[in-house]
C-alpha cells in the first residue's frame, strides 16, 4: 500500500462519524461568535480522536484548536462552523420550507468544511502514528468567517505564529484546488446620533438620525460611478431608531462592508465612505461614530502548493456520485435560474455543460481565472503563512451561494460524498508535506518573496478587539 491509499483508508474509515459530526453542526446553526454549540462538537470530537485540546483562542470562546503528533513540522488544517441568519431551511426538500420562520441556517456550507477539515486531520493524525514520523498536525476550528474576521484576530493574538503551512477548502459546486483570488475587505458600523420630537407636533425640533443614515447610503450609491469597477460596497440598516413613524428618530444605525482587491484599495475607499458619513451628519445636523468590526486581507498565492494540491486530485480523481444523488440535484435545479447555473460556471472558469447536475469531472489549476470572488479571512492567514485551499462538490450546480436551496443539500449523501473526497484531498496534501521537507521549503522561500513585494497592511486595526457581540448587536 503506498502513502496515498493508506491515507485514503484513514479517512474513509473515519468518514461516518464526522459526516454524523457535519450534520449535528446543520442543526444547530449558529451566527458570528456565537457558535457555541458547534465549537463544542469540534472540542468533543477533537479529544474523542485523541488531539491536546485548546479552547479560547485570542481571547474567542468559540475557537478552538487540537495538535496531535510530536516535534517536526507543523501543517494546520483549517475548519469553520457558523451560520447566516434568515436562511432556515429543511434538509432534503427542494422547496422553500423553513425549520423556523427567520432562524438562521447553513447556507455556505460551513457545517461541511468544519467536519471534513477536522477528518483530514483526524486522517493525518493516525498517519504520523501508524508510521511513528516527527510532525504535528492541528486542526483549527475557526468561527465567525461570515463577516467576523476570526482567523485575522487569531493571527493577530499569535496563533500561527509556529504554523509552516495550512490547508483549507470550501463547499462548492465544483472540484479543484482553490484560485487564490479574493477581496480585501472591511465591516464598519456607522452610528448616528440626533434629537427625538414629536413628529407632527414638534417636527422643527427633532433632528432625525434615520435621515442621516438614508443620506449616507445615498452619497454612497453615487460614489459606486467613480470607484474601481472590482471594488463592491454593501450595507445593511442595523437600527433604524424605533418603529414609530410619528417619533423622528434620534438614533439608527447601518453597517458597511468595503472590498476591493487590495487591503490600501479598501482603506482608501472606506476614508471616502467616511466623508460622506459625515457629510450626511452635517446635512442633518446629527453626528456620527464609526466602529470597525472586522476585516480580511486579499489571498496570498502559493503555487508550489497548490501544485501538490493538484497532484493529489488527479491520484484521486474526482467525486463520484449515484443516480439518487443526480436525481436529487436536477430537483434543485429547478429551483434555480438559468442565470444563477451559467454564474456557477463562470465563477469556475468553465463551459456550461447541458444536463450536467452534479460535478464529476475536475477544474483543471490550468483553468481561466474565476469570475466573480468574494472575501475570506484565510486571507489574513495567507499573509502569515503559505497557504492552500481546495474546492469541494456538494451540491447542484447552480446553487446560489447564501441560499435556502445551499441549506436544503446540507445534509444529502452527495454533500457527505464530497465532504469525504475533500478529506483526502486535504491529508493527501499534509501527507505529501511531512514526507517532503523541501516541499515545505519551497512553499515558505515563494510565500516570502510574494509578501516582501507587496505592502505589509494588516486588515485589522491594533486596538479592534473581536467583535463578539456582532451577531445579537450593540
Not at 43 to 62: D, K, M
Not at 219 to 238: K, T
Not at 347 to 371: F, I, K, T
Not at 411 to 426: D, F, Q, S, T
Request: hydrophobic share 45%; with cysteine; charged share 20%.
Amino acid at each position: 500500500m503506498d502513502n496515498t491509499e493508506e491515507i485514503w483508508r484513514h479517512v474513509e474509515a473515519k468518514r461516518p462519524r464526522f459526516s454524523e459530526l457535519s450534520d449535528r453542526v446543520w442543526a444547530t446553526p449558529e451566527l458570528n461568535y456565537a457558535e457555541h454549540q458547534s465549537a463544542a462538537a469540534h472540542a468533543e470530537a477533537l479529544a474523542a480522536e485523541g488531539f491536546r485540546v485548546t479552547t479560547g483562542i485570542a481571547g474567542i470562546p468559540t475557537a478552538v484548536m487540537g495538535e496531535a503528533g510530536e516535534e517536526g513540522p507543523v501543517i494546520a488544517i483549517l475548519g469553520e462552523y457558523d451560520a447566516l441568519p434568515g436562511l432556515s431551511q429543511e434538509a432534503g426538500v427542494a422547496e422553500h420550507r423553513p425549520v423556523e420562520n427567520g432562524g438562521s441556517g447553513h447556507g455556505c456550507g460551513h457545517n461541511l468544511l468544519g467536519a471534513a477539515s477536522l477528518l483530514a486531520a483526524a486522517a493525518v493524525k493516525d498517519w504520523l502514528a501508524a508510521r511513528g514520523l516527527k510532525g504535528r498536525v492541528r486542526y483549527y476550528g475557526c468561527p465567525a468567517e461570515e463577516g467576523g474576521s476570526a482567523k485575522g484576530f487569531m493571527v493577530r493574538d499569535g496563533a500561527f505564529d509556529d504554523v509552516d503551512i495550512a490547508i483549507c477548502w470550501h463547499p462548492a459546486a465544483f472540484s479543484g484546488v482553490n484560485k487564490p483570488r479574493s477581496l480585501a475587505c472591511m465591516e464598519v458600523d456607522f452610528s448616528f446620533t440626533g434629537r427625538s420630537s414629536h413628529a407632527a407636533a414638534a417636527p422643527h425640533l427633532g433632528r432625525s438620525a434615520l435621515d442621516a443614515v438614508e443620506l449616507m447610503n445615498v452619497g454612497v450609491n453615487y460614489m459606486r460611478e467613480h470607484m474601481p469597477s472590482h471594488a463592491r460596497i454593501h450595507y445593511a440598516l442595523q437600527d433604524a431608531g424605533g418603529i414609530a413613524p410619528n417619533v423622528v428618530q434620534g438614533k439608527a444605525r447601518v453597517r458597511y462592508l468595503v472590498r476591493s482587491q487590495t487591503m490600501a484599495e479598501v482603506l482608501a475607499l472606506l476614508e471616502r465612505v467616511r466623508k460622506i458619513a459625515q457629510g450626511a451628519a452635517l446635512m442633518t445636523e446629527t453626528s456620527v461614530a464609526d466602529r470597525v468590526l472586522s476585516a480580511d486581507a486579499e489571498l496570498v498565492a502559493n503555487p508550489p502548493l497548490e501544485q501538490a494540491m493538484e497532484e493529489n486530485f488527479l491520484r484521486l480523481g474526482p467525486p463520484r456520485f449515484d443516480e439518487a444523488d443526480k436525481e436529487f440535484a436536477r430537483q434543485m435545479q429547478a429551483t434555480f435560474t438559468p442565470a444563477e447555473i451559467d454564474t456557477a460556471y463562470r465563477r469556475a472558469g468553465l463551459a456550461p455543460v447541458p444536463g450536467e447536475v452534479l460535478a464529476e469531472r475536475l477544474v483543471p489549476l490550468s483553468a481561466p481565472e474565476p469570475a466573480g470572488v468574494g472575501s475570506t479571512d484565510v486571507g489574513t492567514v495567507s499573509w502569515k503563512v503559505p497557504t492552500v485551499q481546495a474546492r469541494g462538490a456538494t451540491y447542484a450546480i447552480g446553487t446560489p451561494g447564501h441560499s435556502w436551496q445551499l441549506v436544503a443539500q446540507g445534509k444529502a449523501p452527495a454533500a457527505h460524498k464530497g465532504l469525504e473526497h475533500v478529506a483526502k484531498i486535504m491529508a493527501g496534501t499534509a501527507v505529501d508535506l511531512f514526507r517532503d521537507p523541501e516541499l515545505v521549503a519551497h512553499a515558505k522561500a515563494d510565500h516570502a518573496a510574494r509578501t516582501a513585494e507587496m505592502p505589509d497592511v494588516f486588515p485589522i486595526p491594533k486596538d479592534v478587539p473581536p467583535p463578539l457581540d456582532m451577531a445579537g448587536g450593540h
